[in-house]
């Protein structure tokens, strides 16, 4: 096979902002995705001399951010919502998954003799979010909800689901989609990572995960890979571009 000419093997990062393309030179980005926590957020800096995009900038403007190399498909790593913005050059934006959805809407309501999986279709119905959710068969005698943001509902129809039959459930958006459901550690691994050739660190965590360290790669958290042959599945992921790209897995063994 005829090796990539060098520009193929360079690292980009696209930002879309309020759906139109920002062509500015990123100079940091942090992004941190995990499947157990309450939202991705991010942190950008892109150049802005002219003070021209931070002007029009708002909170809640949609955010999109892509990465790869030149040549190749893009991933999406990030999709969003502006938070926060400090004007200045760089320009930074904090920004926040459509969970802040979830967490600006209030229920109160009580739910009786309803599946779990029903009650979830029930209170994401009307947030303009794709459903996908696993079909679970636990049915919920009673959850009277007071004033509680639709992530606390969300949450209480999840631990009930743990406490009453032990299947681990969560949740997650991606693409303006919500999934809820257990974890998927069948099919075809995404991506394969090998020692001496696509690894820069590999060591074990505190409580036991994998922590594996790499280049830019399409991996998200909830995929399989393959690490030295062994699969694993992905937790949590941290990418960060400083003059280059970085990726940060945090795995279990399927």
């Known amino acids: 096979m005829a090796a990539k000419p060098a520009a193929f093997l360079n690292p980009v990062v696209e930002v879309g902002l309020a759906g139109r393309a920002?062509?500015?030179?990123?100079?940091?980005?942090?992004?941190?995705?995990?499947?157990?926590?309450?939202?991705?957020?991010?942190?950008?800096?892109?150049?802005?001399?002219?003070?021209?995009?931070?002007?029009?900038?708002?909170?809640?403007?949609?955010?999109?951010?892509?990465?790869?190399?030149?040549?190749?498909?893009?991933t999406e790593i990030f999709r969003g919502v502006v938070r926060e913005t400090d004007a200045c050059d760089p320009l930074t934006i904090r920004g926040i998954d459509y969970n802040a959805v979830l967490n600006a809407k209030r229920v109160t309501m009580t739910f009786e003799d309803e599946t779990a999986t029903g009650l979830v279709r029930a209170l994401l119905a009307g947030t303009g979010?794709?459903?996908?959710?696993?079909?679970?068969?636990?049915?919920?005698?009673?959850?009277?909800?007071?004033?509680?943001?639709?992530?606390?509902?969300?949450?209480?129809?999840?631990?009930?689901?743990?406490?009453?039959?032990?299947?681990?459930?969560?949740?997650?958006?991606?693409?303006?989609?919500?999934?809820?459901?257990?974890?998927?550690?069948?099919?075809?691994?995404?991506?394969?990572?090998?020692?001496?050739?696509?690894?820069?660190?590999?060591?074990?965590?505190?409580d036991g995960l994998t922590i594996l360290r790499t280049l830019v790669v399409p991996v998200r958290h909830s995929d399989v890979v393959t690490i030295d042959n062994d699969r694993f599945f992905v937790l949590s992921v941290e990418y960060a571009w400083r003059n280059g790209g970085r990726t940060t897995l945090w795995c279990e063994p399927c």
Request: aromatic content about 6%; charged content about 30%.
């Open 22 to 74: 920002v062509g500015r030179i990123v100079a940091l980005l942090e992004v941190s995705s995990d499947r157990r926590g309450p939202a991705d957020a991010c942190l950008l800096r892109v150049t802005d001399p002219k003070g021209e995009l931070g002007r029009s900038l708002m909170r809640g403007y949609p955010l999109r951010i892509a990465w790869g190399y030149a040549g190749e498909s893009l």
């Open 129 to 206: 979010l794709g459903l996908e959710v696993e079909e679970c068969d636990v049915v919920i005698d009673r959850l009277p909800l007071f004033n509680r943001t639709l992530r606390e509902a969300i949450e209480s129809v999840t631990n009930i689901i743990r406490r009453e039959s032990g299947e681990q459930f969560g949740n997650y958006i991606r693409e303006g989609t919500f999934h809820w459901g257990k974890k998927r550690i069948e099919g075809k691994p995404v991506h394969d990572f090998r020692s001496g050739v696509n690894v820069i660190g590999l060591e074990k965590s505190p």
